[in-house]
C-alpha cells in the first residue's frame, strides 16, 4: 500500500519554541488531514486540507497542502506543555475528507520541556 | 454526547480464541471503518463501510471479518486470534458529504493474545 513518510519520529522541545514537521508520500493525495494522539485516547483531527497549494491555520497551527499534492507540513508556534503528544498525517484519496481509507504517517512524538 | 464508543477497552486472548470488538455511534454517520496501531506505525486501515449492509476490505483484512446490519454498529471480528493481532485497534465514523467530514475516533480497544 501507500506509505506516508513522516518527520522527524520525535522531538523534545522547549516552552514557546516553533515546532515544525512534515508529511511526503509517494503518491498524490485529494485531502491531507494532521491529527494529534493523547496517551489512551483516539486520534483528534487538528486541521484538513483539501486544496493543493492550500494555507489554513487554527489557533497556533497551520498547515499547509503542498503543490505537488505529495506532500503537507504541520506549524506549531510559541509551543506550551498541553502540546505534548503524537502528531499524524494522514492522506485521503477518494472524495474530500472521509474517514475510509485514509493512509497514515508514521507519527511524530512531541515532547515540550518547560 | 457518546461519539464512537469501543468496548472493551482491553482485552487479552489466548490464541485461537475468538472475540468481537464493539463500535458504535450516536452521530448517524454513513462512514465506519476499523484501523490498528502498532509500535512505530501510523493506522492502517483493516475494513470500512460506506453505510449499512456495505463493507469492504481495507490495507490489513487478512484475520478479521466485518458487517454492518445497522447505520450505529460496525463490530470487528477475529475468528482465530494470533500473536500477530497484539495491537491497538480504532473504531472511526464520519458523514459522507463533502467537502468537510471530520473523522471522529474512538478512545480504542488494547487487544493482547498470548
Known amino acids: 500500500g501507500q506509505q506516508l513518510n513522516q518527520s522527524p519520529q520525535s522531538m523534545f522541545i522547549q516552552e514557546g519554541e516553533d515546532v515544525s514537521m512534515n508529511c511526503t508520500s509517494s503518491?498524490?493525495?485529494?485531502?491531507w488531514l494532521w491529527y494529534k494522539q493523547d496517551p489512551g485516547e483516539g486520534p483528534v483531527l487538528l486541521i484538513a486540507?483539501?486544496?493543493?497549494?492550500e494555507l489554513t491555520s487554527n489557533g497556533r497551527l497551520t498547515a499547509q497542502f503542498g503543490i505537488t499534492r505529495k506532500d503537507s507540513f504541520l506549524n506549531i508556534s510559541a509551543s506550551i506543555p498541553s502540546d505534548v503528544g503524537i502528531y499524524f498525517c494522514a492522506g485521503q484519496l477518494d472524495g474530500a475528507g472521509t474517514a475510509s481509507k485514509l493512509t497514515f504517517g508514521t507519527g511524530t512524538r512531541l515532547q515540550v520541556t518547560l | 454526547n457518546a461519539g464512537v464508543t469501543q468496548t472493551p477497552k482491553f482485552q487479552v486472548l489466548k490464541t485461537g480464541q475468538s472475540m468481537t470488538l464493539q463500535c458504535a455511534q450516536d452521530m448517524n454517520h454513513e462512514y465506519m471503518s476499523w484501523y490498528r496501531q502498532d509500535p512505530g506505525m501510523g493506522l492502517r486501515l483493516i475494513h470500512y463501510?460506506?453505510?449499512?449492509?456495505?463493507?469492504d476490505q481495507g490495507e490489513v483484512p487478512n484475520g478479521y471479518n466485518v458487517s454492518r446490519s445497522t447505520t450505529e454498529d460496525f463490530p470487528l471480528r477475529l475468528l482465530s486470534a494470533a500473536p500477530s493481532q497484539t495491537s491497538v485497534y480504532f473504531c472511526?465514523?464520519?458523514?459522507?458529504?463533502?467537502?468537510?467530514?471530520?473523522?471522529?475516533f474512538g478512545q480504542g480497544t488494547r487487544l493482547t493474545v498470548v
Open positions: 463501510s460506506v453505510g449499512a449492509g456495505i463493507t
Open positions: 486540507l483539501y486544496k493543493a497549494g
Open positions: 472511526a465514523s464520519s458523514y459522507n458529504t463533502a467537502p468537510n467530514t471530520e473523522a471522529f
Open positions: 503518491s498524490i493525495f485529494n485531502t
